[in-house]
């Protein structure tokens, strides 16, 4: 009785120890996804669920992994000299205030509502990225001041609502604005996307640590790898060019609807 209690506690400390190798990987592909194009969370959150998490912790533990990857994608356009200051902080600040709104609201939410609306927003996602015009290089000049600025700033308020909710899927939100409403390309597009991600996360994550909300050993480990995928994708994106970009937006799209069809939420 007392081995088999023994082999037990072994392997129940053996799996446990297995969750950080794996949250690091999985880091890597959903930091590398977010930065190419969006969607990362949904390899994420449902790892964390299914290793005991409840949905709420989840849901703020990979605030800090995405707050991460968007540090180290920045920090890789950057060195590349991609940069859309001010436009991007502009739009940042002004998803920071929807954010907050955002995240007390998936403080309160129970668990199972969560699931459900998460299932929702995935199949929502997943249509509007099938359906959407065919994105190309665009002729005519970005459109990042005056009017289009303003509104901008008006639309980013409601998608920082969204982040701060739940964040899964919002990248293809961001860059389908961007690309068609404000006319940037493809590169600059992600560029942007990372430093608004990266100002208003942060105000989602301060709403899930007073609510206690994150897992602080998970989210180093998952942090950890959302950061090198993050620097990785960000600085492989601008070598490659547009073309690559457009291949992941797709790859997301066949993943998110995989799972979608054949796997409940």
């Not at 001010?86 to 129970?110: M, R």
């Not at 600085?235 to 797709?250: D, H, M, Q, T």
């Amino acid at each position: 009785m007392l081995s088999i209690l023994y082999i037990y506690i072994v392997f129940d400390i053996d799996l446990f120890y297995w969750h950080y190798p794996l949250l690091i990987l999985a880091g890597f592909i959903a930091g590398f996804i977010n930065t190419m194009a969006g969607g990362g969370s949904l390899i994420t959150l449902p790892l964390m669920i299914f290793m005991g998490l409840p949905s709420s912790v989840a849901n703020g533990t990979n605030r800090i992994a995405i707050f991460m990857s968007a540090f180290s994608a920045s920090a890789g356009f950057k060195s590349k000299g991609v940069s859309n200051y001010p436009f991007n902080v502009y739009l940042g600040l002004s998803a920071l205030f929807g954010a907050l709104i955002g995240a007390q609201i998936a403080v309160d939410i129970k668990g199972e509502i969560f699931n459900k609306i998460l299932a929702i927003i995935m199949i929502i996602v997943v249509i509007t990225i099938v359906f959407k015009p065919k994105i190309d290089n665009l002729e005519v000049s970005e459109r990042i001041v005056g009017k289009h600025l303003f509104i901008s700033i008006i639309a980013f308020f409601f998608i920082g609502i969204y982040g701060g909710f739940i964040n899964a899927g919002i990248g293809f939100v961001i860059m389908l604005f961007l690309h068609f409403y404000n006319k940037l390309n493809l590169i600059n597009v992600n560029a942007t996307k990372v430093v608004i991600v990266l100002i208003y996360t942060t105000g989602a994550i301060i709403t899930f640590a007073i609510a206690g909300k994150i897992n602080w050993i998970y989210a180093f480990f998952l942090a950890s790898g959302n950061f090198l995928g993050g620097w990785f994708s960000s600085r492989w994106s601008v070598k490659k060019g547009e073309k690559v970009i457009k291949v992941f937006l797709l790859i997301m799209v066949i993943f998110m609807s995989m799972r979608l069809w054949f796997f409940n939420t």
